[in-house]
């Protein structure tokens, strides 16, 4: 029996001008999909982060409360490479992450806030095709990105945002989630594939205490994914996303 190769990817829809990516950790979107960010930056998009947590709780031998500063700002220069300037702390603890409405709350303000075309965020099933499962935070924020992303365009929900002054927004007509088992979409980076190692080697004290392994090979890391996602979508890199239509 011959193995059949995977689909092809389709590409993403570029017609828009803001994005808002809302993801769990510092270091989410660098584990590929930042070199997207950084082509579409380029193409005069906004694009602006939301991180749920400060990735507080992401270095072994660092207690929290110094990680949430150092990760802080290894996300802030990391966004920067990518031509993204604002970058936003909701403060959710790390690790420990529960779907529920103030998370959920949470979310709707941002989106409000922004008024994004687009809502990114990262892989919320239960692995990444294989074996190795998901972790918890990830699955936690993007079900409730799903969520959120709806509840900022119903005035009757979370009636306290509008009373803070944030009006509804239902203008955004997609949630993309990166690097996603069920992506069937992807975007060319291949003009952009040295920028988005850059950002990810950004975060330097995140990366060196992971110690030795493919996770802390930052161009490795990315050569492999990107090269793999390329090949299905016929150029050398790209990202791929699960398309979530809204509208
Ligand atoms: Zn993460």
Redesign the pocket.
Known sequence: MTEQPPPPFEPVDEDWQTALAI???P??MEYGAAAAVARWTAQGKTVVYVMVTSGEAGIDGMDPEQCRAVREQEQIASAAIVGVDVVEFLGHPDGVIEYGLPLRRDIARAVRRHRPDIVIT?NFRDTYGGVFPN?A??IAVGRATLDGVRDAGNRWVFRELVAEGHEPWDGVRQVWAAASPDGRHAVDTTEHFDAGVASLEAHRAYLDGLGEGPMSDAAGFLESMSRATGTRLGVRYASSFEVIPLR
């Open positions: 993801v769990a950790h270091d989410d990262t972790q935070d990830h």
